[in-house]
């Protein structure tokens, strides 16, 4: 079952752009939000640039500003780190991540939260894959 869902996956990927949206990225319920991830791993290598994109996706009664900050590990970069998405935004966020020249080879996790103007802020992550050059 799982394979069929990757397979699904990287299929949907191909066409849109793959993301997931779970529980510790916020319920996406009327008047909530959630941030929606990349799916699958991100591979980038070292010294190397590679382009993600998050979704803010809304409940038709979430009229809210959201704050958006990103963090990564020590050799990971991210621009930008923090953006606010406005309540008449699309909620797209493209992130431009580099992996430094002597960055870490192996799985890395980038924490993203989203703080609305009201309410508990919620956060989720996504994985990178940093290979040598």
Do not use: W, Y
């Not at 991830?37 to 640039?49: F, N, S, Y």
């Not at 979704?55 to 990564?72: D, I």
């Not at 990971?76 to 992996?99: F, H, M, R």
Request: include cysteine; proline fraction near 5%; charged fraction near 25%.
């Amino acid at each position: 079952m799982n394979r069929v869902f990757v397979a699904m996956c990287i299929a949907a990927a191909a066409l849109t752009g793959c993301t997931k949206s779970s529980e510790e990225g916020g319920r996406a319920g009327n008047d909530t939000f959630r941030i929606g991830v990349p799916a699958l791993a991100t591979d980038i290598k070292q010294g190397e640039l590679q382009t993600v994109r998050l979704t803010l996706e809304r409940g038709a009664g979430f009229k809210q500003r959201v704050k958006l900050e990103v963090k990564a590990p020590a050799g990971i970069q991210v621009e930008p780190s923090g953006a606010t998405v406005q309540p008449g935004d699309k909620g797209d966020v493209q992130l431009k991540i580099t992996a430094a020249k002597d960055a870490s080879i192996g799985e890395h996790k980038i924490l993203v939260k989203g703080t609305p103007d009201k309410g508990e802020p919620t956060e989720t992550e996504f994985k990178i894959t940093v290979s040598a050059k």
